[in-house]
C-alpha cells in the first residue's frame, strides 16, 4: 500500500522559514494537499493541487511537488502557525492517503 | 458559506455497529461535483481515510475497513451516514466528515465538520 512520511516534529524562530517535507514512491506524478490542526479544532485546508492556497490562507504559506518530495513551506512564520500539519495524497490502492503528521514549533 | 456537523452515539459497545450522520448546512449535498468523506482520528494520532460517497449512490472504501463499512446519503435531508460493524477499540477516534472535490489523483477535503469521539467500551 502507498505510505506518505513527514518528520515528525519541525522547530523554527518567529520570522524564519519553515519546512515540513512529505515523501512518497514518485509523489511528484501526484497531486498534494497540506491540512493544519490546531489542538482540539479541525483540519484546515491550507494548500491544494500542490501550490494552490485556498481562500483566506495567507500568501505566506506555499507548496511545491517533485520526484518523491512534496514540501509545504511557510515563510515569515508566526506563533498562530504553531500546529500539526498533515500532507494527502491520492492512491488507486487506498484512494486516499493521510502523512503521520508534523508537529511544527515555533519557538 | 457550506458547514458539517457530525451526530451520533459518544460511546458504542464492542462488536457492536457505530452509527453516524453528518448534516451539510448552508448548500445542497447534490449540487456541484463534490463527495462526501469520514475520516477518523485516533487521540494523539494521525488521519484515516474511511471512505467517501457520491449521491449518485457510487462508494470507495479503504480496504482496510471495506468489510466492515456502509455508507448512504439523504438527499432529502441534506445528510450522509456512516456504520462501521463488529467494532474494537481499534476504532476509538475522533470522528470527521468532509467534502472532497476533484478528480484522478488531483483531489482535497474542504471543509471538514468539528469531528464527534466515539469511544468503544463497555
Known amino acids: 500500500s502507498y505510505e506518505l512520511t513527514q518528520p515528525p516534529s519541525v522547530s523554527v524562530s518567529p520570522g524564519q522559514t519553515a519546512s515540513i517535507t512529505c515523501s512518497g514512491d514518485n509523489l511528484g506524478d501526484k497531486y498534494a494537499s497540506w491540512y493544519q490542526q490546531k489542538p482540539g479544532q479541525s483540519p484546515l485546508l491550507v494548500i491544494y493541487?500542490?501550490?494552490r492556497r485556498p481562500s483566506g490562507i495567507p500568501e505566506r504559506f506555499s507548496g511545491s511537488n517533485s520526484g518523491n518530495t512534496a514540501t509545504l513551506t511557510i515563510r515569515g512564520t508566526q506563533t498562530m502557525d504553531e500546529a500539526d500539519y498533515f500532507c494527502?495524497?491520492?492512491?488507486?490502492?487506498?484512494?486516499?492517503?493521510f502523512g503521520g503528521g508534523t508537529k511544527l514549533t515555533v519557538l | 458559506q457550506v458547514q458539517l456537523q457530525e451526530s451520533g452515539p459518544g460511546l458504542v459497545k464492542p462488536s457492536q455497529t457505530l452509527s453516524l450522520t453528518c448534516t451539510v448546512s448552508?448548500?445542497?449535498?447534490?449540487?456541484?461535483?463534490?463527495?462526501w468523506n469520514w475520516i477518523r482520528q485516533p487521540a494523539g494520532r494521525g488521519l484515516e481515510w474511511i471512505g467517501r460517497m457520491y449521491t449518485s449512490g457510487t462508494t470507495n472504501y479503504n480496504p482496510s475497513l471495506k468489510s466492515r463499512v456502509t455508507m448512504s446519503v439523504d438527499a432529502s435531508k441534506n445528510q450522509f451516514s456512516l456504520k462501521l460493524t463488529s467494532v474494537t477499540a481499534a476504532d476509538t477516534a475522533v470522528y470527521y466528515c468532509a467534502r472532497g472535490y476533484g478528480s484522478g489523483s488531483n483531489n482535497w477535503f474542504d471543509p471538514w465538520g468539528q469531528g464527534t469521539l466515539v469511544t468503544v467500551s463497555s
Open positions: 448552508g448548500g445542497s449535498i447534490s449540487s456541484g461535483s463534490y463527495y
Open positions: 493541487q500542490d501550490n
Open positions: 494527502q495524497a491520492w492512491d488507486s490502492s487506498i484512494v486516499f492517503v
